[in-house]
C-alpha cells in the first residue's frame, strides 16, 4: 500500500490564490522529505529538502518565498504556492526519505496545480 | 551527484523481455543504483535497487557489471501496462541526500 500521501490530487484556482499542499508519511517518522517539480514531457526537478524542525533547503532558482515548506512534525511536510500565476501551474510530488540507509525514497501521488 | 544517462525511449511488443541500459560513470563508492516507474499523472515508483552484480525481485531485475559504472534493468514478459518512463537513478547511501532524476526512458510496449 501507499506509504507517502499527497493531498489534494489536483487542484484548480485563480491567479493570486495562494495554494497549500500536505505530504504525509504513513509508514513512519521521515525527519527528511522533498518536493519536486514536474513539467508536461519533462523528469522531475527537486525543488526542496525539508528538514523536521528547521528551515527548508532550496535548490539553486527555487523561490523560498514564493514556495514556503513547512515540516512541523515527523509526518507531515506542506508546501504552500504563495501567490500562484499561470506559470505554477505544473504537478508537485513530494517524498519521504528512505527508512533506513540505502533504502530508496518513496514518493506521493502527486498534486496537479492548474491556475487560471 | 553522478550523473546518468539512458535512452530517451524505447519500444517493444507485448510478452518480450526489455532491457533498458544506463550508464554512470562517475558512481561513487557508497551510491546505489535505483529504478523508478512513472505512469503520466502519477508519482514515481520504486522498482528495484542494487549495488553490484545481479538482483532479481517479482518484477524486475538488475544488471550491474564490476565495474559498476553502467546498469541494466530486465523486465520480463513486458505488457501493454508497463507503459511508462523508466528512471534510472544513482542514489546516496545517506538516506536524507537528495536525488537528482535525469531524463528517463520512455518505453512504449505495442500489441
Known amino acids: 500500500g501507499a506509504v507517502v500521501s499527497q493531498h489534494p490530487s489536483r487542484v484548480i484556482c485563480k491567479s493570486g490564490t495562494s495554494v497549500k499542499i500536505e505530504c504525509r508519511s504513513l509508514?513512519?517518522?521521515?525527519?527528511?522529505m522533498f518536493w519536486y517539480r514536474q513539467f508536461p514531457k519533462q523528469s522531475l526537478m527537486l525543488m526542496a529538502t525539508s528538514n523536521e524542525g528547521s528551515k527548508a533547503t532550496y535548490e539553486q532558482g527555487v523561490e523560498k518565498d514564493k514556495f514556503l515548506i513547512n515540516h512541523a512534525s515527523l509526518t507531515l511536510s506542506t508546501l504552500t504556492v504563495t501567490s500562484a500565476h499561470p506559470e505554477d501551474s505544473s504537478f508537485y510530488i513530494c517524498?519521504?526519505?528512505?527508512?533506513?540507509?540505502?533504502?530508496?525514497?518513496?514518493f506521493g501521488d502527486g498534486t496537479r496545480l492548474s491556475i487560471l | 551527484l553522478a550523473k546518468t544517462t539512458q535512452p530517451i525511449s524505447m519500444d517493444s511488443y507485448e510478452g518480450q523481455e526489455v532491457n533498458i541500459t544506463c550508464s554512470h560513470n562517475n558512481i561513487a563508492t557508497n551510491d546505489y543504483i535505483t529504478w523508478y516507474q512513472q505512469f503520466p499523472s502519477q508519482g514515481p515508483r520504486f522498482i528495484i535497487q542494487?549495488?553490484?552484480t545481479k538482483v532479481t525481485n517479482e518484477v524486475a531485475s538488475l544488471f550491474i557489471p564490476a565495474d559498476r559504472k553502467s546498469s541494466t534493468l530486465s523486465l520480463p514478459r513486458v505488457s501493454l501496462s508497463d507503459t511508462a518512463v523508466y528512471y534510472c537513478?544513482?542514489?546516496?547511501?545517506?538516506?536524507?541526500?537528495?536525488?537528482?532524476f535525469g531524463k528517463g526512458t520512455r518505453l512504449h510496449i505495442l500489441p
Open positions: 509508514d513512519f517518522q521521515a525527519t527528511t
Open positions: 517524498a519521504r526519505s528512505g527508512m533506513n540507509s540505502n533504502q530508496p525514497q518513496h
Open positions: 542494487g549495488y553490484k
Open positions: 537513478l544513482v542514489v546516496p547511501m545517506n538516506r536524507d541526500d537528495k536525488i537528482i
